[in-house]
């Protein structure tokens, strides 16, 4: 059934690794989100995409990279940039309307710790 | 650049009251306004979404209303139960970015 995936459900990282989250969808939308939280922070956005190769920096985008050659996949990368990668990654998907984004939904997390 | 606040951080109540939660952004210029749930430890659930031209929408006990114009919006929770205990979060759509989040309410629903 359709929806949004998220792999692994728990990552650890050593310090200096570079780290792969995983996020498909087969929900056929056309942007997908990447946004980390922290306890008390709320959801803060990392990167987006609304369109196969092309994707936008969000607020928190330093030590992060993502791809989008595939409508269903947006797999962030943590890299060892990233000096406090702990904390709980989510995923999200929508289709792209004519007065902007429409219903988000979202995977059900990965949750990086450093070891 | 949009802020948005939930208030109350968080709210205890017992089963069977009926509840409102609070959300306020500052740039009335969105396409939608969407409200979570969150269970701890695990993704997002969607269960409103209201387009900037509406004025409320409802799903069973849950009923959500935008005055775009004041710039908030409420989620009302009717004859609550314990499993409506979660951090609900709201969001705003607007153009060119993706939601921008609330730090959400953390209800607790006591029997």
């Known amino acids: 059934d359709g929806g949004i995936t998220q792999s692994p459900k728990y990552l650890f990282r050593k310090e200096g690794q570079n780290v792969t989250l995983s996020c498909e969808q087969n929900l056929n939308h056309d942007a997908m989100y990447w946004y980390r939280q922290d306890p008390g922070q709320g959801l803060r956005l990392i990167y987006y995409?609304?369109?196969?190769?092309?994707?936008q920096k969000g607020d928190i985008a330093e030590g992060y990279s993502v791809s989008r050659e595939k409508k269903e996949s947006f797999p962030l990368t943590v890299t060892s940039a990233q000096k406090n990668p702990t904390a709980f990654y989510l995923c999200?998907?929508?289709?792209?309307?004519?007065?902007?984004?429409?219903?988000?939904?979202f995977g059900q997390g990965t949750r990086l710790t450093v070891v | 650049k949009q802020e948005v606040t939930q208030i109350p951080a968080a709210l205890s109540v017992p089963e069977g009251e009926n509840l409102v939660l609070n959300c306020s952004f500052t740039?009335?210029?969105?396409?939608?306004l969407q409200w979570f749930r969150q269970d701890p430890g695990k993704g997002l659930t969607s269960l409103l979404l209201?387009?900037?031209?509406?004025r409320e929408q409802t799903s069973g006990r849950l009923n959500a209303s935008l005055d775009k114009s004041s710039g908030r919006s409420t989620l009302y929770i009717a004859a609550s139960q314990p499993g409506d205990s979660a951090t609900y979060l709201c969001a705003v759509g607007q153009a060119g970015t993706a939601l921008i989040f609330g730090k959400g309410t953390t209800l607790s629903v006591s029997s």
């Open positions: 209201i387009q900037s031209s509406q």
């Open positions: 999200a998907s929508s289709i792209v309307g004519r007065e902007g984004d429409t219903e988000a939904f």
């Open positions: 995409s609304q369109i196969v190769n092309d994707f």
């Open positions: 740039d009335s210029a969105i396409y939608n």
